[in-house]
């Protein structure tokens, strides 16, 4: 079942370089992204929604911590309550304190098999490293784990 959805730059990135943005399309309706992440990412997508968080003064407060697309998706996804996309230690604890639902990459490659999105995890987890994206050993165990393919 799709639900809205903030997302930081580091997944659409990641998903981006090995072709499978579709992934997030079947998962979230609307995806939604600052402007900062827009330009962080840097490819125009029609079904993924542009919006500026009108919280500046949170953003700012939230720039002392993490960079500015972090920041700004964090603002968003607390002022919509929807879960944010966002795989950056810092920023997950972050929006985690302020009440924020947070799902990463590795969060989402599961949720897709677990939903029949895709057939399996690990081709993508390979891809995914393959194009520099990293995910640590355990993670990956954790991920292969939950997703009934260890």
């Known amino acids: 079942m799709k ?33 900062k992440v827009q330009e962080e990412f840097g490819v125009a997508i029609e079904w993924i929604e542009v919006e500026p968080p009108s919280n500046r003064m949170l953003v700012d407060a939230l720039k002392l911590m993490v ?21 950056d230690r810092k920023a997950r604890a972050w929006a985690k304190r302020l009440g924020i639902r947070v799902i990463g990459t590795a969060g989402i490659l599961v949720r897709a098999k ?19 994206f990293r995910l640590g050993t355990e993670l990956v165990s954790e991920m ?3 997703a009934g393919e260890e």
């Open 67 to 87: 960079d500015e697309g972090e920041a700004e998706a964090i603002a968003l996804a607390m002022e919509k309550g929807w879960p944010l996309v966002v795989d």
């Open 144 to 146: 292969l784990r939950l």
């Open 114 to 132: 677990r939903e029949g999105v895709i057939p399996a995890v690990k081709p993508l987890i390979e891809a995914l490293q393959q194009v520099g």
């Open 3 to 35: 639900e809205p959805a903030v997302a930081d730059s580091t997944c659409l990135i990641g998903l981006e370089r090995i072709g499978r943005l579709d992934i997030l399309q079947a998962l979230f309706e609307p995806l939604v992204i600052p402007p």
